[in-house]
């Protein structure tokens, strides 16, 4: 090798190494300067966000909860760790506590305004009825199923002095049963573990070659799945396409809703046992999206488990609002086919207040006389 030809070699290397510095150098700059709070969320690595713009954070029994004080546009979270305003945690005297328990379907995860969630429209509603003293209380967590709601309705909720709980688990539950059955048990260890921080891939450690990864969507920020469901399972869901080994309908089979209707039948007793009214109310969705509900081992799996509602409802004498039977199917109501869009939401919160109303679930004692 000629001198010459060294000599370029090494310049080539020292400019590419040099590039390479520039890069990472004008990228870290532009993440830490310049980028939006939406960007700088996207690009930056889990560990250096700051806690108070993540929405979710482990907790000792329920694995993860809700961010106390977050804020992100419309939508944030009170001091206690639930979506809405502020309320005091000791119920007020003469108050009558609705609370919604469940997953993203109750949390409202597309709805962006706090105002528009069904929890807060059905308190308006009421209100504007005359029930004064009504409040309710959004206890909705995204990815929660039965396991975590019945976890949080003994922990948290039942600290809340509730009148009435509404029960808005299903499909989560669904989720929980499409896994091996040698893996499938009453402590939901087949899905879930512990919360705990993924750890960092090694190109992630640089800013350049993070934010173009994640600009390219070769990789992506890490989310709620990589704290506390187990990794690398045989049969997960992610969109339409649903990546599952086998027939999903001799998984189904393999795994029957034992455990939803242990947990949902558990959480009916402790509630009456605490002088609290079961609601039990069954999943809509839309046939509208290509969305994974709408598959046929998702459909029948939602049927099964809103027919268990209807069962302990009947079996233990609480109310029963089949509001897949009732819920508009339109598209202006659903984001996909599951969530609600604020529209939905509104619709949601009507067919609530029909319901409770129609049923004096809520003592006409509270109502004003003026209305």
């Given at each position: 090798m000629t001198s010459s030809t060294l000599t370029k070699i090494l310049l080539l290397f020292s400019s590419t190494v040099l590039t390479a510095l520039c890069a990472e150098v004008g990228a870290r700059i532009w993440l830490h300067h310049f980028a939006t709070h939406e960007q700088y969320l996207n690009y930056s690595l889990y560990q250096e966000i700051d806690s108070k713009f993540l929405r979710f954070q482990p907790h000792a029994y329920l694995d993860y909860a809700l961010t106390p004080n977050f804020h992100s546009g419309g939508t944030s979270h009170n001091s206690l760790g639930y979506r809405g305003d502020e309320f005091p945690k000791i119920k007020p005297e003469g108050e009558f506590r609705i609370v919604a328990l469940g997953g993203s379907i109750t949390y409202d995860e597309d709805v962006e305004d706090n105002k528009d969630t069904h929890t807060q429209q059905l308190e308006n509603i009421l209100r504007e009825q005359g029930y004064q003293h009504v409040r309710v209380i959004?206890?909705?967590?995204?990815?929660?199923?039965?396991?975590?709601?019945?976890?949080?309705?003994?922990?948290?909720?039942?600290?809340?002095?509730?009148?009435?709980?509404?029960?808005?688990?299903?499909?989560?539950?669904?989720?929980?049963?499409?896994?091996?059955?040698?893996?499938?048990?009453?402590?939901?260890?087949?899905?879930?573990?512990?919360?705990?921080?993924?750890?960092?891939?090694?190109?992630?450690?640089?800013?350049?070659?993070?934010i173009l990864s994640r600009y390219l969507h070769y990789t992506r920020q890490v989310g709620l799945e990589d704290f506390v469901n187990v990794p690398n399972l045989p049969y997960v869901v992610e969109g339409y396409d649903a990546r599952i080994g086998g027939d999903p309908m001799k998984v189904l089979d393999e795994n029957p809703p034992i455990y939803f209707e242990r947990n949902t039948r558990n959480m009916v007793a402790i509630e009456k046992s605490n002088g609290v009214l079961p609601m039990l109310v069954t999943y809509a969705y839309t046939p509208y999206f290509e969305d994974y509900v709408t598959t046929p081992h998702y459909k029948r799996a939602i049927f099964e488990h809103n027919d268990i509602y209807r069962k302990i409802a009947e079996?233990?004498?609480?109310?029963?609002?089949?509001?897949?039977?009732?819920?508009?199917?339109?598209?202006?109501?659903?984001?996909?086919?599951?969530?609600?869009?604020?529209?939905?939401?509104?619709?949601?919160?009507?067919?609530?207040?029909?319901?409770?109303?129609?049923?004096?679930?809520?003592?006409?004692?509270?109502?004003?006389?003026?209305?």
């Open positions: 959004n206890a909705g967590v995204p990815a929660y199923n039965s396991w975590e709601s019945l976890a949080s309705l003994q922990f948290r909720i039942l600290d809340l002095s509730p009148d009435i709980v509404i029960h808005e688990d299903n499909n989560n539950d669904i989720h929980a049963r499409l896994v091996p059955s040698g893996l499938y048990s009453g402590d939901d260890a087949g899905r879930r573990k512990s919360w705990a921080v993924p750890p960092v891939a090694p190109q992630e450690w640089s800013v350049f070659a993070r079996s233990d004498g609480v109310p029963f609002l089949d509001l897949q039977a009732v819920m508009p199917k339109d598209k202006k109501y659903f984001t996909d086919g599951r969530h609600n869009s604020a529209l939905g939401a509104r619709k949601k919160a009507e067919l609530y207040a029909e319901f409770l109303t129609s049923h004096n679930l809520i003592p006409k004692k509270l109502k004003d006389s003026s209305h």
